[in-house]
């Protein structure tokens, strides 16, 4: 079956710690995106790659980081410096950039302590 | 304002009414959007495309105004299981509206 993947479903980390969430597809998408969701508003872009080896910061990349090495896989790593990490994480792909929907994963519900 | 822009209601509606929402959207060159449907806790999956001439899908019917720059979700019969939160996109500019919040009661 073609898809996204996240995993884990929930993560618990203590402040101060670093916790990389992953993503990955097989739907041969060349974009994907990283977006954070807190209780009852939208989503929030964090972090886009239109292609291997390139990523480009959304709105709110402050206290993240991601890579692409493989066009299957873009981790997400929030770090120390986040000051309010507790969210949802979700993840998507897309043929492309620009004028086409984009495919979620189920998201990964990170609460930090 | 902002780029993308939603009514967040609630919508509490009965079985069977027809309901509608907009999207107010800032940047006038986009060309397409669409709307996703989520469900409480769940991600968010695609509902329909939006276009220049609109789109209809059973008792979903998605409209474009560029002119007014909004998009409109229309429902008609709603169900009980069309109780979700229903947000819109930009796809050009990444980003989604909050989503308007549809409770369908018996």
């Known amino acids: 079956d073609g898809g996204i993947t996240q995993s884990p479903k929930y993560l618990f980390r203590k402040e101060g710690q670093n916790v990389t969430l992953s993503c990955e597809q097989n739907l041969n998408h060349d974009a994907m995106y990283w977006y954070r969701q807190d209780p009852g508003q939208g989503l929030r872009l964090i972090y886009y790659?239109?292609?291997?080896?390139?990523?480009q910061k959304g709105d709110i990349a402050e206290g993240y980081s991601v890579s692409r090495e493989k066009k299957e896989s873009f981790p997400l790593t929030v770090t120390s410096a986040q000051k309010n990490p507790t969210a949802f994480y979700l993840c998507?792909?897309?043929?492309?950039?620009?004028?086409?929907?984009?495919?979620f994963g189920p998201g990964t519900r990170l609460t930090v302590t | 304002r902002k780029e993308v822009e939603q009514d967040p209601g609630p919508f509490n509606v009965p079985e069977g009414a027809t309901v509608a929402f907009n999207c107010t959207y800032s940047n006038s060159a986009s060309q397409s959007f669409f709307w996703y449907r989520q469900d409480c806790r769940k991600e968010p999956k695609l509902l329909m495309s939006?276009?220049?001439s609109g789109n209809e899908d059973g008792r979903f019917t998605a409209q474009l105004n560029r002119a007014s720059q909004y998009i409109s979700l229309l429902i008609r019969d709603s169900k009980l299981s069309d109780s979700a939160t229903y947000l819109c996109?930009?796809?050009?500019?990444?980003?989604f509206g909050a989503g308007t919040r549809l409770t369908v009661k018996p």
């Open positions: 790659s239109q292609i291997v080896n390139d990523f």
């Open positions: 996109v930009v796809p050009n500019d990444m980003r």
């Open positions: 998507a792909s897309s043929p492309r950039t620009g004028s086409y929907e984009q495919y």
């Open positions: 939006v276009y220049s």
